[in-house]
């Protein structure tokens, strides 16, 4: 059981917060609107804490494109379908495997218009409110939906703020930018990738 959480727990984290750093790097305006409305909330000698991240509208938009766009775990493990059910008009017989697909329901071009393009704006709305899209799914949903979601949205955010409030991320110069294609393992990661990193003190 133990190993089983941190097997789950660590490669998704791991996976989601290097994908965080790899956007950030690529991403040099989006870093900077972060790094300012973090500043405008935290102090710089103290360290983030939840009651922050949730003043900080484009950061959290920034943290779900991240989940959106990092398709860390694509398709989760197959169910059998325990009965006969019938949903929207169809009939999906006792017995029937079935996988979801959170890759096309983040990847999706009729719901997002632009959805390979890394633009945490889509999560702010016109009163600049973060305003949660429930297509991200990366938690999976229903009963068997990821059991490590609280710790996940308190420790990504956290280790994320805190990384901005005090570094910048960048390509190196020189260096061709990271790949898009990812690792592919049971979860997705990106490929090794170099980012020069800069003190903001
Ligand atoms: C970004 C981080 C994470 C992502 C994207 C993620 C994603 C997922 C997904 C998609 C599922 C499958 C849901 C389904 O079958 O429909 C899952 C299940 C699970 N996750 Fe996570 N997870 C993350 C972090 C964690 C953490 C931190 C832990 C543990 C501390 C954890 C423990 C588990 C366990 C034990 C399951 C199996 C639950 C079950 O089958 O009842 N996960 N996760």
């Given at each position: 059981?133990?190993?089983?959480?941190?097997?789950?727990?660590?490669?998704?984290?791991?996976?989601?917060?290097?994908?965080?750093?790899?956007?950030?790097?690529?991403?040099?305006?989006?870093?900077?609107?972060?790094?300012?409305?973090?500043?405008?909330?935290?102090?710089?000698?103290?360290?983030?804490?939840?009651?922050?991240?949730?003043?900080?509208?484009?950061?959290?938009?920034?943290?779900?494109?991240?989940?959106?766009?990092?398709?860390?775990?694509?398709?989760?493990?197959?169910?059998?379908?325990p009965?006969?059910?019938?949903i929207?008009?169809?009939?999906?017989?006792?017995?029937?495997?079935?996988?979801?697909?959170h890759?096309?329901?983040?990847?999706?071009?009729?719901?997002?218009?632009?959805?390979?393009n890394?633009?945490?704006?889509?999560?702010?709305?016109?009163?600049?409110?973060?305003?949660?899209?429930?297509?991200v799914?990366?938690?999976?949903?229903?009963?068997?939906?990821?059991?490590?979601?609280?710790?996940?949205?308190a420790?990504?955010?956290?280790?994320?703020?805190?990384?901005?409030?005090n570094?910048?991320?960048?390509?190196?110069?020189?260096?061709?930018?990271?790949?898009?294609?990812?690792?592919?393992?049971?979860?997705?990661?990106?490929?090794?990738?170099?980012?020069?990193?800069?003190?903001?003190?």
């Amino acid at each position: 059981m133990l190993a089983d959480l941190l097997q789950t727990g660590t490669t998704t984290t791991n996976a989601t917060l290097n994908y965080g750093l790899w956007f950030l790097s690529l991403n040099p305006k989006i870093q900077k609107n972060c790094q300012a409305e973090i500043d405008s909330v935290v102090a710089r000698h103290l360290s983030p804490t939840i009651e922050d991240i949730e003043k900080l509208p484009y950061f959290q938009a920034f943290v779900l494109e991240t989940h959106r766009l990092a398709n860390v775990v694509p398709n989760p493990v197959p169910r059998i379908c325990p009965n006969d059910w019938n949903i929207r008009g169809y009939t999906v017989p006792k017995g029937s495997l079935i996988i979801s697909n959170h890759y096309s329901a983040h990847m999706d071009n009729g719901h997002w218009g632009d959805p390979e393009n890394f633009r945490p704006e889509r999560f702010i709305n016109e009163k600049g409110e973060f305003v949660i899209d429930k297509r991200v799914c990366h938690f999976g949903f229903g009963k068997r939906v990821c059991i490590g979601i609280i710790l996940s949205n308190a420790v990504i955010p956290l280790f994320l703020a805190t990384l901005l409030q005090n570094f910048t991320f960048s390509v190196v110069p020189g260096k061709i930018p990271p790949t898009t294609e990812p690792e592919i393992g049971i979860s997705l990661s990106p490929k090794e990738f170099e980012v020069k990193i800069t003190n903001r003190a």
